[in-house]
């Protein structure tokens, strides 16, 4: 407690008109996350998800069916909230500045490459972000993947402190759309295939997380040991097949040369693998911390991966080398079912880690809002 009170603490929600699916991207499940470990903060009386998009949370139902917290609007939040925490919504400057006349405390959580997401939009004329918004900050929070690269960016641009949070994901969310999807197929690996089909999961919407070196990975593999891929599908690419620039890069390749390669439309992780993908390939720029590593670990799935905050888990490869990933993905071919008893330990083991409800996590959150008040 703070002078023996309880804080009432809002994360913000973008609610949209129309149509809206929590699988859309990674920031609506990180905050289902964290309102479920600020509710075990000792210092937290209530934790509230905060509306801050045009659509309401009453035309949302099946979007917010998993909400682990009441959602309020930002009116509402102005004057009963503590601390908000922009997460997904972000505040309008001038709500901000009345909110912190009050006494109330914002804190900007930043959970992607925003650097190099902002430089894209500014450069290449894309649609605007509102990162430097002129929204005062008490305090901004970030992930150890993005120290390096967005961390003194964030402390000059928004002129706050900074401080790296632990990454937190359960598997909670996952279980449940897996169980209501219409194939109705349990979420694991299943060993025993002759051939692999791979799947290439990257959003393709900004440079630090493509298919690009995935799609050499998986084609430099397939030069050398011809025999043991089935079929590439490139997910999140069907938008580009036709662009004239990707379309060269993609006919390079052997594996689309040969008919083994398919570009498709974006689908969540449980609604392919299994079905139609037994490995995932992966590669990032600066964004070594994902859900979807976390969630093919999860599943027991070959993940080949680039990232150095994954611990031992997945076949690493370094960086953008895509020799090195090829290597990495014919010794797992090679060596994963013989060991899926010893990977699927290695995973439950790290993912503990990243548990939102584990009491190390709930401390390090708790700890940082409590900074708030000295």
């Given amino acids: 407690m703070l002078n023996g009170r309880r804080l009432k603490v ?6 949209r008109d129309g149509q809206q699916s929590l699988w859309e991207n990674g920031i609506f499940q990180n905050c289902f996350f964290l309102t479920m470990l600020l509710a075990q903060s000792p210092l937290i009386e209530t934790v509230y998800l905060v509306n801050g998009g045009e659509g309401r949370a009453e035309d949302a139902r099946d979007f917010l069916a998993d909400a682990p917290a009441q959602v309020i609007d930002l009116q509402t939040a102005s004057t009963q909230l503590d601390v908000i925490i922009e997460l997904s919504a972000q505040l309008n400057p001038e709500w901000a500045r009345e909110f912190r006349s009050r006494g109330g405390r914002i804190i900007g959580m930043r959970v992607a490459n925003d650097y190099a997401i902002d430089v894209e939009r500014m450069i290449f004329d894309r ?14 929070w970030t992930l150890p993947a993005f120290e390096k690269t967005c961390a003194p960016y964030y402390e000059a641009a928004l002129r706050a402190p900074v401080r790296a949070m ?3 994901w359960s598997p909670l969310l996952l279980e449940r759309a897996a169980s209501r999807s219409a194939q109705n197929r349990a979420f694991g690996y299943t060993p025993g295939r002759s051939q692999w089909r791979l799947a290439i999961l990257e959003p393709n919407i900004c440079m630090v997380k ?19 891929i089935e079929v590439l599908r490139v997910y999140n690419s069907f938008h580009l097949k036709d662009e004239p620039l ?12 040969h008919g083994l390669a398919s570009f498709e439309a974006r689908f969540a992780i449980y609604e392919v693998m299994t079905s139609q993908a037994d490995a995932i390939i992966s590669h990032h720029w600066e964004n070594a911390q994902n859900y979807l ?3 093919a670990l999860y599943g027991g799935y070959p993940l080949i991966h680039n990232s150095a905050l994954l611990g031992d888990c997945g076949y690493r490869y370094t960086d953008f080398d895509p020799q090195e ?3 990495a993905l014919r010794q797992a071919f090679a060596e994963h079912d013989g ?5 699927n330990r290695a995973a439950r083991t790290f993912l503990k880690t990243l548990d939102p409800v584990a009491e190390r996590n709930v401390e390090q959150y708790s700890m940082a809002i409590a900074d708030l008040y000295h």
């Fill in 10 to 15: 809002g994360v913000t929600l973008f609610v």
């Fill in 127 to 140: 649609p605007q972000g509102m990162l430097v918004s002129g929204t005062g900050y008490d305090m901004i």
């Fill in 166 to 168: 632990q990454h937190i």
């Fill in 210 to 228: 493509t298919s690009h070196i995935s799609m050499l990975v998986a084609d430099v593999a397939y030069r050398q040991s011809p025999h043991f």
């Fill in 246 to 257: 990707f379309f060269g890069f993609a006919t390079s390749l052997d594996l689309v040369r």
């Fill in 293 to 295: 590593y976390y969630e």
């Fill in 325 to 327: 990933g090829a290597l």
């Fill in 339 to 343: 060991r899926l008893d010893d990977y």
